[in-house]
T-cell receptor, first 114, second 110 residues
Framework: EPEVTQTPSHQVTQMGQEVILRCVPI?????FYWYRQILGQKVEFLVS????????KSEIFDDQFSVERPDGSNFTLKIRSTKLEDSAMYFC????????????FGPGTRLLVL | SQQGEEDPQALSIQEGENATMNCSYK?????LQWYRQNSGRGLVHLIL?????REKHSGRLRVTLDTSKKSSSLLITASRAADTASYFC??????????FGKGTKLSVKP
């Protein structure tokens, strides 16, 4: 069964460093998402991406964040200058068609900012 | 406004018992989904119910949706220790992004 994959599974970084989280969505899916989950809290939407551009973003997704689909398979989330409060689990998800279908989540990347 | 508020926040039952979790939301929806998350792991999609559906079954799962009350429930029948996890409801926005609730932490004791 096709699945969303994410790398790395864990990343530890120093405050102020840039990190890039990678995702490979399901191959025929058209919509891509990033979510984050701070430890013990709910999953929060960050950004959605369709047709090579951001379609919606939350207030969490400030100028420190960017997303890219550099080729036909990868979908990346970049945090330019990490803060302590960026420590969280980051989930990528993909969807074939917006509006009523199941969103498939990757296993997540656990980011720890020291 | 927050969407998808689940209750209870935590639920502890014995294996074999049924578990019922509830979810309320505030705005109109196209569909509502339930996800499961084992501790520290990814989200697994369980079931989707559309706004024009009232009840849906999948194996030991039964989901109801009451759009007049803006609420949904997830029933897991004959629970097993392996059902121990957090369960989240999520509503879908127009671009497909999901708004999650805080979740119910279910513990099934063998």
């Amino acid at each position: 069964e096709p699945e969303v994959t994410q790398t790395p599974s864990h990343q530890v970084t120093q405050m102020g460093q840039e990190v890039i989280l990678r995702c490979v969505p399901i191959s025929n899916h058209l919509y891509f998402y990033w979510y984050r989950q701070i430890l013990g809290q709910k999953v929060e939407f960050l950004v959605s991406f369709y047709n090579n551009e951001i379609s919606e973003k939350s207030e969490i997704f400030d100028d420190q964040f960017s997303v890219e689909r550099p080729d036909g398979s990868n979908f990346t989330l970049k945090i330019r200058s990490t803060k302590l409060e960026d420590s969280a689990m980051y989930f990528c998800a993909s969807l074939f068609v917006a509006g009523g279908e199941t969103q498939y989540f990757g296993p997540g990347t656990r980011l720890l900012v020291l | 406004s927050q969407q998808g508020e689940e209750d209870p926040q935590a639920l502890s039952i014995q294996e074999g018992e049924n578990a019922t979790m509830n979810c309320s939301y505030k705005t109109s929806i196209n569909n509502l989904q339930w996800y499961r998350q084992n501790s520290g792991r990814g989200l697994v999609h369980l079931i989707l119910i559309r706004s024009n559906e009232r009840e849906k079954h999948s194996g030991r799962l039964r989901v109801t949706l009451d759009t007049s009350k803006k609420s949904s429930s997830l029933l897991i029948t004959a629970s097993r220790a392996a059902d121990t996890a957090s369960y989240f409801c999520a509503t879908t926005r127009s671009q497909g992004n999901l708004i999650f609730g805080k979740g119910t932490k279910l513990s099934v004791k063998p």
